[in-house]
Nanobody, 124 residues
């Protein structure tokens, strides 16, 4: 079974930083498309960043220059380093995988078959 477990969320002041982690199991992690999404209650889930099995990276415009996606294949862990946080970054953050090499429609939820439970980020 595929399992994705996020951690690292919390409360932080505006301008601060957080690093989210997602430990994956049951997927060919080193070659799989992985991504981060976020969702605010009452709004649709939106793509934040993706990292394909070919090391292709995509970022949403609203996080470019502030967030960095990376992974550690030895630890089967996906990261999202978030800097210069602001109140609009407050959301539940989710890890997801397409279980394919290339990320198809990388920042759309449409092709992501597996999701974690999420980790809450609150910026005040």
């Amino acid at each position: 079974d595929v399992q994705l477990v996020e951690s690292g969320g919390g409360s932080v002041q505006a301008g601060g930083s957080l690093r989210l982690s997602c430990v994956a199991s049951g997927v060919p992690f080193s070659i799989a498309c992985m991504a981060w999404f976020r969702q605010v209650p009452g709004s649709e889930r939106e793509g934040v960043a993706s990292l394909s099995g070919y090391a292709e990276i995509a970022y949403a415009d609203f996080v470019k220059g502030r967030f960095t996606i990376s992974k550690d294949n030895a630890e089967n862990t996906l990261y999202l380093q978030m800097n210069d946080l602001n109140s609009e970054d407050t959301a539940m953050y989710y890890c997801a995988t397409q279980v394919s090499n290339r990320c198809v429609q990388a920042l759309s939820t449409a092709n992501y078959a597996y999701w974690g439970q999420g980790t809450q980020v609150t910026v005040s």
